[in-house]
Each structure stands twice: as structure tokens, then as C-alpha cells.
């Protein structure tokens, strides 16, 4: 039996380009990603001080931390898992049974991360189609295995308990 193509690391896969393009559509579609304006690196400390600056700057940290505690869940398929820890906007759009199909899907169209760092982050009050709150959207540029410049966004809301939950995210 010839091998098959996805062993071939070399080769092209026949079609690769048309059914990533179906599955970022999928992705964009089904997993209720955001359509989010440019984003921008969070510029530091502002006219009002320093110590607030450090708060702010803590704050993104923060962020940053909870989405990469989520994606690290991702990439290990535990998709149920990470679902659960999504805040409720994403959870009101996005069944937990739909969102493990979906993932399935896309990851098995792109496959495992191979590389992901850290890009720009930037804080919001408003995005389209949420309520006002504290969000960071955080961007990596990521490496799949079947996909090689490939980027992703994390959009993470600050819960009322203080907490950081993703309400976001988006393979391009």
C-alpha cells in the first residue's frame, strides 16, 4: 500500500490551500470569532501616572497569562476543557459539542502547533457585538503543520470576579 499523502512532509497535499481556506471560513463562522479592528501594542505608562501605568500593565499581563493557559489546553485537544473555561458570551454562541466538532476539524485540517509567539496586545473597552468591559486581545504568530505563517487572536474579557476568560478566538 503506497503511503499515504500527509506522511510526506515534502509533497503538497492535493487541495491543502482550498480546505484551509474552508476550514479558517469554518472557524471564523462556527467557533464565534470576533471581526476585530486593528490592533495596536498597549503603549505603556499615561499622563496619569505611573502606578496606574503598572496596574494596567499587570492587568495585560494577566491577560496574556489566561490565554496562553487556554491555548496550552488547545493544543493538547482537551477542547471540552477549554470550552469550559471560556466566559459566557462565548458559551451563549457556541455549544460545548459544536465547539469540540469544530476544533476537531479545523486542528485536524492544520495540524499540531508547531511554533506560536507572542505578538502586539491591546486593551479594549468596546468591541463589536459585546457589552462594554475590560478586554485584551492578544496576537501570536503561529506556526501550524500544515500551515506555516499563520496567526491567531485571543480575545480575553475581565470577568466580575477578576478573572480573565476568553470570549474569542480566531486562526487566520
Known sequence: MPPLPHTLPHRPLPGLSQRLIRATSLATLFITLLALPPVSTFAGPTATGSMQASSRQESVSDAVGAAQIWLHEVDADQYAKAWERTAPA???????????VQMIRIRGLLGSVKERKLGATS?????????????VVVLYASQFEQKVRGSESVTVQRQENGQWQVVGYLIR
Request: proline share 8%; charged share 20%; net charge positive.
Open 123 to 135: 486593551v479594549k473597552r468596546q468591541l463589536p457585538g459585546l457589552p462594554d468591559g475590560h478586554y
Open 90 to 100: 462565548f458559551q451563549n454562541q457556541i455549544s460545548k459539542t459544536q465547539w469540540d
